[in-house]
Each structure stands twice: as C-alpha cells, then as structure tokens.
C-alpha cells in the first residue's frame, strides 16, 4: 500500500518537466524564422553581367553570403546552394519560358532548400518561410513586352560562374551564356581570367553572332528525310558536319 501510493508522487515531476519542456518547443516555433525585410536589389544590379539576343535581354548575378542573408533571412550558401538572380527582358511579341535543367541539371527547387531550414515544432514559422522562397523564385513565363526576375536556386562555383541559360519561345530558342563573378570567392586570378573572358567574348561578337545564324538555319531544316516524289516521310536524318 504503501509503494502504491508513493508511485503518482514520484511521477509528477516527471510530468511537469514533459509539460515545461513542450511549452518551450511550441513558444520556440511561434518565435522562429520571420519575413526579413525588404531585399534592395541595386546592388545585384550594379554588378550583374547581361546579354541581349533578338530582342531579349538576359541579367545575372551570383549572391554573396551576405546578399542570402538579407534576402532569405538565412545563410543559404552554408547549404552548398549557390542563389543566382536572374532578370529577363521580353521585348518580343510572344511569351517565353526559362528552362531550368538547361542551366543546372542537379538545380534545386525553392521549397527544396527552404525545408533544409525547416525546424520541429514550428509549423507556422516553416510556413512563412516556404512562402517566402517560393515566391523569390525565378517563376515562368515571361510575358510579351514584360521583365521578370527571380532566384535560381544551383550548386556551388567558385570565383567565375559559367551560367547557360535557354529561353523558350515560340518554336524558337534564346540561349545565352555568362560568367558573372561569384563574391564569396574573388581572387586576382579569378579577376584576371574573368576580365581576359570579357575580352575574347568582345573580339569574337561578330563570330558569335554567326553562329546563332548557323543554328537557325539548321533548325529551318527538314525532320526526315523523304521519298523521291515528297510525298512520304521517312526516317529522321540529318548529318551536319562542322
């Protein structure tokens, strides 16, 4: 009788640091991550490497550590995520579509990497933050006559970035091609090689241009071949030797 009676008084405490202990998480997740503020951009800007092909124009800038900061309210490149802001100019008549694996196969979505920030207990404060990088995240498409910018979410390059970007049009294909500077990781090497890039880009413009025109031309060739008459496909064969 005795033991039986000492058992609830030995257990109540035990209860009391349960009910402390889950009082703690739940004021811990309301108080989790909040909305930063306001991100200004004009410094992304400022340094951004743009490129203009028929009528688009392509920006981009690699983010720093800092810039993550502010702008998620977490250091996201602690995660091996490199953030790449992109801004697309659409001067054309059609709408246009940003094809993510053509910049990085392995690219992040934007709720990938906010769940890595995800905390127990805190489910309105994981909420927000889905909110927050999904909405910063590059969205498609780009209307006629429109900009739109957004984050890319890529694995990490050290001091010059190569960023191939594809566009999709009507039937038609916009690719760029830039070497913005990774901040977090400048050297006088990275500097110099990037500057000699910037230099070889300028002498060959008038190359690179022909090249866009050899693609179109090869994209205005037929799919298959064809019987004598061109009345019955056949099969798909195009040989191209450059």
Known sequence: MYEC??????????????????????????????????????????????????????????????????????RVNDKEVQPVWIEVENNTDQALWLL??????????????????????????????????????????????????GILFTNPHLGTRLLAVDLLGNGEIFPFTLYPPVPDHQTEESTAVLANLKKVIAETKDDIQDVDRFRTRLEQMPCCATSEDGGEAGDPLNVVLV
């Not at 920030?117 to 805190?122: I, L, V």
């Not at 927050?132 to 910018?149: A, E, W």
């Open 5 to 74: 009676r000492q058992q609830p008084c030995r257990q109540g405490p035990v209860y009391a640091v349960l009910v402390i202990g889950l009082l703690i998480l739940a004021l811990a997740g309301c108080a989790g991550w909040q909305v930063p503020a306001e991100f200004d951009d004009s410094a992304l800007r400022a340094r951004a490497e743009s490129q203009q092909l028929r009528g688009v124009k392509l920006s981009a800038a690699v983010l720093s550590s800092q810039d993550s900061q502010q702008m998620f309210g977490v």
């Open 100 to 149: 993510r694996s053509g910049t990085d196969p392995d690219l992040f979505s934007p709720l990938e990497v906010a769940w890595s920030f995800h905390t127990a207990f805190a489910s309105d404060s994981n909420g927000r933050l889905d909110e927050h990088f999904d909405r910063l995240g590059f969205q498609n498409p780009i209307s006629p006559g429109s900009k739109q910018s």
